[in-house]
């Protein structure tokens, strides 16, 4: 079963308007998550590295006040997109390490389609 | 140049062929390699992690040359369910992951 679960996995909304992510681990406490964007046919591109109780980690060209992250907990990171535009219309997905156990791992969410309108 | 590097494809395969996807790393503190397989809009899933040493698993082999700065994946015996986009990924000590462009793969009856 799913160990990141990221909701919703679809949205429509008009511009405008804001829209939150949320990515939790389900089974384990992450400290760190990524959030990545992927425009059709091209890569995931990282866009932030979230850290639980500090500011996140941008990555260049990503605007941290249209893209807020907030990882107030071990298991919860959010992602807002702010005052979202047309162009913001992208599939976003989150991931989470697992540091427990033997072997470090890295675990997906399922995704988000944001469709702005 | 992008960090990593891919042919996108698509490589038009019959089943029971054997495919082999190459990619390029410029990256040279990269220290981890991954590859990647990714279904039309879904998250991406693990394959297998990459080795100088090369691992095979199963029908999957792959390869890393790092004096080259070069990964490679060979799939044999392909199944018409291997189609999917296959990802080539490099990642650091921290694994924040840069993800390769993707190949597409089309296996066909």
């Known amino acids: 079963g799913a160990v990141v679960s990221q909701h919703p996995s679809r949205v429509i909304c008009k511009s405008g308007t804001s829209v939150k992510i949320e990515c939790r681990s389900l089974?384990?406490?992450?400290?760190?998550m990524f959030w990545y964007r992927q425009f059709p046919k091209q890569s995931l591109m990282l866009m932030a590295t979230?850290?639980?109780?500090?500011?996140?980690?941008?990555e260049q060209g990503v605007e941290k006040d249209k893209f807020l992250i907030n990882h107030a907990s071990l298991t919860l990171s959010t992602l807002t997109v702010t005052s979202a535009h047309p162009e913001d219309s992208s599939f976003y997905i989150c991931?989470?390490?697992?540091?427990?156990?033997?072997?470090?791992?890295?675990?997906f969410g399922s995704g988000t389609q944001l469709s702005v309108l | 140049r992008k960090e990593v590097e891919q042919d996108p494809g698509p490589f038009n395969v019959p089943e029971g062929a054997t495919v082999a996807f190459n990619c390029t790393y410029s990256?040279?503190?990269?220290?981890?390699f991954f590859w990647y397989r990714q279904d039309c809009r879904k998250e991406p899933k693990l394959l297998m992690s990459?080795?100088?040493s090369g691992n095979e698993d199963g029908r999957f082999t792959a390869q890393l040359n790092r004096a080259s700065q070069y990964i490679s994946l060979l799939i044999r015996d392909s199944k018409l369910s291997d189609s999917a986009t296959y990802l080539c990924?490099?990642?650091?000590?921290?694994?924040?992951?840069?993800f390769g462009s993707g190949t597409r793969l089309l296996v066909r009856p």
């Open positions: 991931s989470a390490r697992d540091l427990t156990g033997l072997s470090e791992k890295l675990f």
């Open positions: 089974d384990f406490q992450a400290t760190t």
């Open positions: 979230s850290n639980e109780g500090s500011k996140a980690t941008y």
């Open positions: 990256n040279s503190a990269s220290q981890s």
């Open positions: 990459v080795y100088s």
């Open positions: 990924v490099g990642g650091d000590s921290s694994y924040k992951l840069i």
